[in-house]
T-cell receptor, first 119, second 114 residues
Framework: EADIYQTPRYLVIGTGKKITLECSQT?????MYWYQQDPGMELHLIHY???????EKGDLSSESTVSRIRTEHFPLTLESARPSHTSQYLC??????????????????FGPGTRLTVL | KNQVEQSPQSLIILEGKNCTLQ??????????LRWYKQDTGRGPVSLTI?????NTKSNGRYTATLDADTKQSSLHITASQLSDSASYIC?????????????FGRGTQLTVWP
């Protein structure tokens, strides 16, 4: 089982609150990702990072922001939560190959997810 | 538009029976195809990965096949167990970028009854 952790597992919060979803991995992986998944729907990439101080927006527009100050830590923040942010958020990481070249065969290891409900 | 379509959307089988899940994709250029298993309330876990040159890959009771010409893949589960109840997600990667962009299917929800 992958050593990637997310907290909290479940969060119910009121509209307008600021929240931070935590993601940590102990595998030393350089690449990390945040996905959003609604029930019965596909995963959508919202943020990714190649390494420390590197963050990029993914395919799905998101009002959330991320930071990567340490290799093992990739938190996601919502400054003002809204009901439209209700979803499952999955964090993942993958290892850059020894050559340093990022290949598409990198396997992503997923955390257990955070189920966010905004009232 | 690059897409990954999975069928059936949901499937119920009895314990001990076999089943086959389908994945059709239009992703191009193609790099590899993965099958993931996602238990309820958990993150996906990789089962198999196949590149263009591979047409079959096994992982225990799971066997994945790939036909790159017809852009189809299947996941065959043998002698199903209650623990196989999960969503099975087909993921296709292109080689069009260093990110190795991933295209996710919506999954097939498998339920195994005793």
């Amino acid at each position: 089982e992958a050593d990637i952790y997310q907290t909290p597992r479940y969060l119910v919060i009121g509209t307008g609150k600021k929240i931070t979803l935590e993601c940590s991995q102990t595998m030393g992986h350089d690449k990390m990702y945040w996905y959003q998944q609604d029930p019965g729907m596909e995963l959508h990439l919202i943020h990714y990072s190649y390494g420390v101080n590197s963050t990029e927006k993914g395919d799905l527009s998101s009002e959330s922001t991320v930071s990567r100050i340490r290799t093992e830590h990739f938190p996601l923040t919502l400054e003002s939560a809204r009901p439209s942010h209700t979803s499952q958020y999955l964090c993942a990481s993958s290892e850059v190959s020894a050559s340093g070249r990022i290949t598409s065969t990198d396997t992503q290891y997923f955390g257990p997810g955070t189920r966010l409900t905004v009232l | 538009k690059n897409q990954v379509e999975q069928s059936p959307q949901s499937l119920i089988i009895l314990e001990g029976k076999n089943c086959t899940l389908q994945c059709n994709y239009t992703v191009s250029p193609f790099s590899n195809l993965r099958w993931y298993k996602q238990d309820t309330g958990r993150g996906p876990v990789s089962l198999t990965i196949m590149t263009f040159s591979e047409n079959t890959k096994s992982n225990g009771r799971y066997t994945a096949t790939l036909d790159a010409d017809t852009k189809q893949s299947s996941l065959h589960i043998t002698a199903s167990q209650l623990s196989d109840s999960a969503s099975y997600i087909c993921v296709v990667s292109d080689r069009g970028s260093t990110l190795g962009r991933l295209y996710f299917g919506r999954g097939t929800q498998l339920t195994v009854w005793p």
